[in-house]
């Protein structure tokens, strides 16, 4: 089978469409047949090895695991023995290191559902990693609650497009940051009001929120906890760009974060989103009648993967890149 590949470290220049093994399912496992893919900016940061302290644990010279991707969406070619859950032909999305190849193999008991008729497998390899990280950050570490004020910041990106639609799922009221030319965009995905970040600062209205959701991190923590209400709660899930602290990436402002949530009533913090079936479950229904809905940029083949990633890295895309592999 075909799958992307990155032997080491480096810019997009290093990434090839290489051939190899196709993986056989083992007890308990699937084989699934990738009909699409997404990227993520996880596939840049472990392409490039930044921050650079992560390589202590993704490879100090060289990647130890070459293959990129996260979110699938597919078919199920073959199942190990002792699977239940899915047969073959069955359509399934899902998350498994590896995604952006032709077949992916994954434990029945894994990160992986069935696929609601009612959408592409398009827009559910959009969803996965971006949706799940959303739902977490709201649902989980915000515990937003019905009439709460939620600001997403970085509204129309590939997490925050998801985050606008759980969060008002959730019954916030939720204000959402973005450039002029997503203003429209955000506020069709819901959002009670928009603030073009080219127009006012955020950092400097006299608005105040319960929960912060911020995708970007381009704002210092000071003036993002002077938004918050009194028992407040901000969640940063990122941002930043290739070449931009590339030795240790978020732990600074994890540290700043980590002091601030200890004078006051207000909370600071970060988290890593962890896949399993249970949200990809909760997921499903609301993608099925529409109540969340894959907001898509582009589509573009397999043998353009490599520009796929290259255009994640400008940190421009409204929503998610999906990928898509040719038919077989």
């Known amino acids: 089978m075909t799958a992307l590949v990155s032997c080491e470290y480096g810019g997009p220049e290093v990434l090839q469409l290489a051939r190899i093994a196709r993986p056989a399912p083992g007890p308990g496992q699937v084989l699934v047949r ?94 996965p990693l971006a949706a799940v990280t959303a739902l977490q950050g709201l649902r989980d570490q915000g515990q937003v609650q019905r009439g709460q004020r939620v600001l997403i910041n970085g509204a129309s990106g590939g997490v925050g497009t998801y985050a606008v639609q759980l969060a008002k799922h959730l019954g ?92 006051g009533s207000s909370t600071m913090g970060t988290f890593v989103a962890s896949g399993n079936a249970r949200d990809l479950a909760y997921l499903q229904p609301l993608l099925a009648d529409g109540t969340l809905r894959s907001q898509i940029d582009r589509v573009v083949p397999f043998s353009q993967v490599v520009e796929a990633i290259r255009y994640l890295e400008q940190g421009r895309a409204r929503g998610k890149v999906v990928v898509v592999m040719p038919p077989g």
């Open 172 to 263: 916030a009221h939720v204000t959402g940051v973005c450039s002029t030319r997503n203003v429209a965009m955000v506020q069709s995905l819901g959002a009670d009001r928009v603030i073009d970040y080219t127009a006012a600062d955020v950092t400097r209205l006299p608005d105040r929120y319960d929960v912060i959701f911020d995708t970007v991190s381009n704002h210092g923590l000071g003036a993002l906890r002077a938004l918050l209400t009194e028992r407040g709660r901000y969640i940063g899930i990122g941002g930043g760009t290739p070449h931009a602290q590339v030795w240790l990436g978020p732990l600074p402002r994890m540290a700043g974060m980590a002091v601030r949530s200890l004078v």
């Open 34 to 127: 990738v009909r699409a893919a997404s990227v993520n900016p996880a596939d840049w940061h472990f392409m490039r090895g930044v921050p650079r302290v992560m390589r202590l644990v993704s490879g100090l010279r060289k990647p130890s695991e070459i293959r990129l991707g996260s979110d699938f969406a597919g078919v199920v070619a073959e199942v190990g023995s002792g699977v239940t859950r899915f047969a073959v032909g069955d359509e399934v999305f899902g998350l498994r290191r590896g995604a952006l190849a032709e077949y992916v193999v994954v434990s029945a008991d894994g990160t992986v559902v069935h696929k609601p008729a009612t959408i592409t497998f398009e827009a559910a390899a959009a969803a």
